[in-house]
């Protein structure tokens, strides 16, 4: 089936522009996050959906960042005056989130590049 | 303090040997899940491998399994007979707590594995 598919790939962009990623969970799957992963680093924690329930904002690194779900499917993550130091690879996953260790299945990323 | 620790930056391995990439994780939770992913360069996660902390046995799925010494903090995982398609970015990672909703995943800064012909 479909995995985790995200948009743009790559995304270059000036800074103080503002940017949207999306990402497309699979099919059924009821949590969504989305992790930063800045060059040779390991993946960030950014934010977290599980159904209705009010999202888990606690990784977001300033005001400028926000993400959307809407309808329980699709996310959006909004970079407001982008930064240059906001250029990473932005993932997103998605798990049913049937019990307390669901695996997480990841998209392809959005590269971001912020010059 | 790191939550998450892999102190090994990169690893090169012959073909067709056993390799151990190293994790150790820090938490007070007593109830925690422990993963492996694996990042070709084309960079998408792939998963690998889940231990849970109240999971008596080691986990295994084919060629990889999960070392887990609990009282040391350590969740090590092995790769039996390396092929070159291993090469890749390996990370460690841990969610803690057994509230529902508690889901976000921490990583380590991962291991860089090459395998030589």
């Known amino acids: 089936g479909a995995g985790v598919s995200q948009s743009p790939s790559n995304k270059v962009t000036e800074k103080g522009k503002d940017v949207e990623l999306r990402c497309d969970p699979i099919s059924g799957h009821t949590a969504l996050y989305w992790y930063r992963q800045s060059l040779g680093q390991g993946l960030e924690f950014l934010i977290y959906?599980?159904?209705?329930?009010?999202?888990?904002k606690s990784g977001l690194p300033s005001d400028r960042f926000s993400a959307e779900r809407t309808g329980g499917s699709v996310s959006t993550l909004t970079i407001q005056r982008t930064q240059q130091e906001d250029s990473a690879v932005y993932l997103c996953a998605s798990s049913l989130a049937r019990g307390h260790w669901e695996t997480q299945y990841f998209g392809p990323g959005t590269r971001l590049l912020v010059l | 303090a790191q939550k998450i620790t892999q102190t090994q930056p990169g690893m090169f391995v012959q073909e067709k040997e056993a390799v151990t990439l190293d994790c150790t994780y820090d938490t007070s939770d007593q109830s925690y899940g422990l993963f492996w992913y694996k990042q070709p360069s084309s960079g998408e996660m792939i998963f690998l491998i889940y231990?849970?902390?109240?999971?008596?046995q080691n986990a295994t799925e084919g060629r990889y399994s999960l070392n887990f010494q609990k009282a040391r903090k350590s969740a090590n995982l092995v790769i039996s007979a390396s092929q070159l398609g291993d090469s890749a970015m390996y990370f460690c990672a841990m969610r803690e707590g057994s509230n529902f909703g508690n889901e976000k995943l921490t990583f380590g800064t991962g291991t860089r594995l090459t395998i030589i012909p």
């Open positions: 231990q849970g902390s109240y999971d008596e």
């Open positions: 959906f599980q159904g209705n329930s009010a999202p888990d």
